[in-house]
Every structure is written in C-alpha cells, then in structure tokens.
C-alpha cells in the first residue's frame, strides 16, 4: 500500500522558516518524481514544487521561487520542503504527492503550516 | 500559465441523476505528437487529500467507478457522473500538466439536491 505521511507543519511567525518532510512507502520512492501542493483553508489547490526521480532537476511555482528548496533523499525515502521567509499568504496545508509535474496519483494527508504573528 | 476555469461552481443534483461538469483552459493542452490531453481530474472529499480520478482526459484511474467518465478535447472538457451516489459528494477539481507549472481549476462544489 502506497503512503505518503508529511511532517514538520505548525505556526511560525512571517519571516521565519520551517522544514517540510514526507516519508514514502510502498512503492519504489527513487523511481518517481514527486511535488509539493498546497490548499489554503477554504480554497482550492494550488501546485508548489516538484523534483525529479534522482533529484537533479526542480520546478518551483513562481509564488515561491527563491524562497522554497525542494529536495529528497532516496536512501531515507524521504522528500522535503525548505520554506524561508514565509508570509501569511503561504498559510496552507501542504500535501506531497507522487507524480512531479504530471497528475498526482498519490496524496499524503497534508501538514498544516500557519505563518502569523 | 495555463488558466483552467470551471463551470459551474457549484451544482446540485438528485440520486441516480446525471452530473456534468465543465473544464475550460486558456490554451489547447493537446500534444499534437502524441495526441494526448494533458488533462486530471480530481475529487475531495470534507477532510481528505484528493483523489485521482481520470487522466489523458478520460483514462478512468484504477479502482475508479466507470460512472465517472472523462471527455473532451483541446480546451474544453467534461467531468460526468453517470449517475449520482450519495458517496460522490465532493469538490471536483481539473489540472493541466500540459506545461510547468501544472495549473488547477478553482473546483466544483457538487451536493444532493
């Protein structure tokens, strides 16, 4: 059984940062790329990230760029999200998700991250 | 960016009904070489992550009911439920992958009427 179990949420003040993590199993993590989505409370999806298989090539959506790394490590089956200087507008649950920047077949749970002072 | 626009946004349907929603995006997502959509749909549920539902614009994803069926071409395209389950209240998204960023529309609320 495919899972996706996504860590490291919670409040933070804007400016300040915090790390995403979502351990995978159940299926051949160093095989598949893999993104960021997020959901603002109340609305809809917004795509955040992806990476690819071995790690080489990202994509960030433009919101994000230059304040977000995406990274993995194969060995640990283990995806992540380096968020700095976080604004209110980046309040979200944050779900990962197989599929880089093709549709996502598998979902995590989300982990909920609240910038505000 | 590819902007994807839904219609309507919210819908209200009786069981055993038929549910029709509508994906528009502002450029064609059609590969010419390979004659593929690069169209999702998606379905959440209160409280759930989404679901995979359809992709290539009509490939029914594994396990997936064959009363939702996808259809369409180009830029505009149609998520139907055949017909209406109690277990299909949810908010419907569609996603482009045509290019990056991959772009969602803003959803579709469907309920029992």
């Known amino acids: 059984e495919v899972q996706l179990v996504e860590s490291g949420g919670g409040l933070v003040q804007p400016g300040g940062s915090l790390r995403l993590s979502c351990a995978a199993s159940g299926f051949t993590f160093s095989s598949n790329a893999m993104s960021w989505v997020r959901q603002a409370p109340g609305k809809g999806l917004e795509w955040v990230s992806a990476i690819s298989d071995s790690g080489g090539s990202t994509y960030y959506a433009d919101s994000v760029k230059g304040r977000f790394t995406m990274s993995r490590d194969n060995s640990k089956k283990t995806l992540y999200l380096q968020m700095n200087s976080l604004r209110a507008e980046d309040t979200a649950l944050y779900y990962c998700?197989?599929?880089?920047?093709?549709?996502?077949?598998?979902w995590g749970q989300g982990t909920l991250v609240t910038v505000s002072s | 960016d590819i902007v994807m626009t839904q219609s309507p946004d919210s819908l209200a349907v009786s069981l055993g009904e038929r549910a029709t929603i509508n994906c528009k995006s502002s450029?064609?997502?059609?590969?010419?070489?390979?004659?593929?959509?690069?169209l999702a749909w998606y379905q959440q549920k209160p409280g759930q992550p989404p679901k995979l539902l359809i992709y290539w614009a009509s490939t029914r994803e594994s396990g997936v009911p064959d009363r939702f069926s996808g259809s369409g071409s180009g830029t505009d395209f149609t998520l139907t439920i055949s017909s209406l389950q109690a277990e299909d209240v949810a908010v419907y998204y569609c996603?482009?992958?045509?290019?990056?960023?991959?772009?969602f529309g803003q959803g579709t609320k469907l309920e029992i009427k």
């Open positions: 996603q482009q992958y045509y290019n990056t960023p991959p772009t």
């Open positions: 450029q064609s997502v059609l590969y010419n070489s390979n004659d593929k959509n690069y």
């Open positions: 998700a197989t599929g880089g920047v093709i549709y996502a077949t598998y």
